[in-house]
C-alpha cells in the first residue's frame, strides 16, 4: 500500500467520526481498516462522503443483491482490481450468482450470465466500455429495474468504478484469506 497504515489511537479530530461511523459497519468489523477504508482515513471529509453514499448503494437500494454483486464484479474485473473483485465474489456468491460464472468474469470471458444478473452485467459493461448504455441493453434493463433501479444500477458502476481506481490507484493489497483473482 502506498499510504501508511492508521494509528487508530492518535486519530485527528477529521478521522475520529470517520472511524467511528466505519466500526459500526460488519465488514470493518471483521477486517479492520483494509480496502477502501483505509484509504478514506487519509481524506476524512472525501471518506465520510463515500463511506455514506457506499452504504446507500449496498443496503438502501432496490435491487436484488445478486444484481448489485454482478455490477460491482463486472466493474472490478474491468479494473482489474483484486481486492474489489475479491471481496465482491464472496458477496456475490452469498447472494446466489453462480461460481463458475464469476470465474469466467475474472478470467475476461463471456460469463454467460441470464435474466437480471445479464441486464446488470449489460449496463455495466455497456457503461465501462462505451461510457454509455445502448438502446437496446437500457430498454431491457429497464424494463427489469425501472427508473429508480436503472438510478441504483448506474450509481452502483459509478461508485465501484471510483472504489477500483482508489484500490489500484494506492495499490491496496489483498486482506488475508483472499486470493487474487487476476494472479
Not at 74 to 95: C, K, P, Q, V, Y
Not at 112 to 124: N, P, S
Not at 136 to 143: K, L
Request: hydrophobic content about 45%.
Amino acid at each position: 500500500m502506498r499510504l501508511p497504515d492508521i494509528d487508530t489511537d492518535d486519530l485527528t479530530d477529521e478521522q475520529q467520526p470517520l472511524y467511528d461511523a466505519l466500526t459500526n459497519r460488519p465488514e470493518v468489523q471483521a477486517m479492520g481498516l483494509v480496502g477502501p477504508f483505509g484509504v478514506w482515513m487519509h481524506a476524512p471529509e472525501l471518506g465520510t462522503a463515500m463511506a455514506q453514499l457506499g452504504a446507500a448503494v449496498r443496503f438502501s437500494a432496490s435491487l436484488p443483491a445478486a444484481v448489485t454483486e454482478v455490477a460491482i464484479c463486472t466493474t472490478g474485473a474491468f479494473f482489474r482490481s483484486s481486492f474489489e473483485f475479491a471481496a465482491h465474489r464472496t458477496m456475490a456468491l452469498r447472494a446466489g450468482v453462480d461460481e463458475a460464472k464469476l470465474d469466467r468474469l475474472a478470467a475476461g470471458e463471456d460469463p454467460e450470465f441470464t435474466g437480471d444478473e445479464q441486464a446488470a452485467h449489460a449496463v455495466a459493461s455497456d457503461l465501462l466500455h462505451d461510457h454509455r448504455v445502448s438502446r437496446d441493453v437500457y430498454a431491457d434493463a429497464h424494463r427489469r429495474f425501472g427508473d429508480q433501479g436503472m438510478v441504483e444500477l448506474v450509481t452502483t458502476v459509478g461508485y465501484y468504478s471510483l472504489i477500483s481506481m482508489l484500490l489500484n490507484g494506492f495499490d491496496v493489497p489483498l486482506s488475508t484469506g483472499m486470493t487474487d483473482p487476476f494472479a
